[in-house]
């Protein structure tokens, strides 16, 4: 499912605003501080629960008031989605008025957020790689989230027993941990495989429109399982007994993967310009949005904050092409309203927002 209208109350700096959002691409633009950020914080919200921002999210409540409130319809299901946030209490989420927990919201209305983490995706460190991978996952397959709970349950419990120093308590939890990592990582290593042939097939449209895009082609990205595949996990997971004994801490495995990004063996974050980085973070997050919904009959809204922002405006029109392939919905911001004009005439239909004038 995916909103068609969002009505916010209290919600950072918004009394009351609502928000027609049943177009396949929306703009949000206008000046520093008017609440662009704001809005696309409370679809995120609305799907998950959290803020892509921030871990407290009694800050989103409007100062001055006691509750935040979000409304979000789906006028293809008839769907009401309700989020409450009062000071100290918990977040509550009701879909047509029943309690729902997180896990079934984020997959009820899954979305995904390219934020300024994500631009510079190759800067930080592996886990925020790997997390963002395992949470498309997680939405889309319940299998894999049971493989997740699996794999980290009995790694804790693998590392709680190699702390006391017991090896052999330590080794009986590894047939559960092989048998949940190795499905791990065949869900990850299929996902990136899959949605690098997407990817490749964007930066293939892009470069016919604009040939700096070219820099996008020939790039390698893999997954790095976190254990020697050659080898497989079971004999990597037996031959570092001494180690992880020594150091007290399981140290191969699933829980230490990540997706590498490289041109001709080098790391794209050593070559690769800001810009440069944060529009392949964009191509990349757009690919896995793209995959996700034809593989799993997802419809996951994209939200994508600040997209000039380090872009020169060369690298923006590599970029507005784009818009004609996306297949979910896209929800962007942008300081001013650049493009208006160059993204009308394709079959999808966009909406511009001037937020100065919501309010
Ligand atoms: N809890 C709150 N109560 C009232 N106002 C708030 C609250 N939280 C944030 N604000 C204010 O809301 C305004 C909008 O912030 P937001 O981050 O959405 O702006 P923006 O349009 O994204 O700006 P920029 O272009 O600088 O990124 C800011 O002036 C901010 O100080
Ligand atoms: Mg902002």
């Known amino acids: 499912m995916a909103f068609s209208k969002i009505e916010l109350r209290n919600f950072r700096c918004f009394d009351s605003l609502l928000i027609d959002l049943s177009s396949s691409s929306s703009l949000f633009y206008g000046k520093n ?10 679809i995120y919200v609305a799907s998950s629960g959290r803020s892509f921002r921030t871990s407290n999210l009694e800050s989103l409540i409007k100062k001055g008031a006691e509750t935040f409130i979000i ?22 989420i009701k879909i047509n008025n029943s309690k729902v927990t997180i896990s079934e919201l984020v997959r009820a209305f899954p979305s995904f957020s390219i934020d300024s983490k994500t631009f510079f995706y190759n800067d930080n460190a592996p886990e925020y790689r790997r997390k963002q991978l395992d949470r498309g996952l997680f939405i889309a397959s319940v299998n894999y989230s049971k493989d997740w709970f699996g794999y980290f349950r009995s790694l804790k419990q693998r590392n709680s027993a190699l702390k006391l120093g017991d090896l052999t308590q330590a080794k009986a939890y590894d047939p559960i941990l092989i048998k949940h990592g190795e499905n791990l990582n065949n869900l990850r290593e299929n996902l990136v495989q899959e949605v690098k042939v997407i990817y490749d097939d964007l930066v293939k449209k892009l470069v016919v429109e604009n040939e700096r895009a070219a820099i996008f082609y020939d790039i390698d990205i893999y997954l790095k399982p976190g254990f020697d595949n050659k080898i497989g996990f079971e004999t990597c997971l037996k031959n570092s007994n001494t180690v992880d004994l020594k150091r007290k801490i399981t140290t191969v495995g699933p829980h230490k993967a990540d997706v590498i990004f490289e041109s001709k063996g080098l790391l794209i974050k050593d070559i690769f310009s800001r810009g440069e980085q944060k529009l392949l973070s964009i191509l990349w997050s757009l690919s896995q949005n793209i995959y996700l919904g034809r593989s799993f009959n997802l419809s996951p809204i994209l939200l994508l904050d600040d997209l000039s922002s380090e872009l020169d405006s060369e690298m923006l029109e590599c970029f507005l092409p784009i818009l004609k392939y996306i297949e979910n919905r896209f929800i962007f911001s942008n300081i001013v309203d650049l493009f208006g004009s160059k993204i009308m005439g394709n079959k999808q239909s966009f909406k511009k927002f001037h937020v100065e004038q919501l309010n």
């Open 33 to 42: 501080g008017c609440g662009k950020t704001s809005i696309l914080e409370s």
């Open 71 to 92: 409304k979000a319809y789906d006028d293809n299901s008839g769907a009401i989605l309700e989020v409450n946030k009062a000071k100290n209490k918990p977040i509550s």
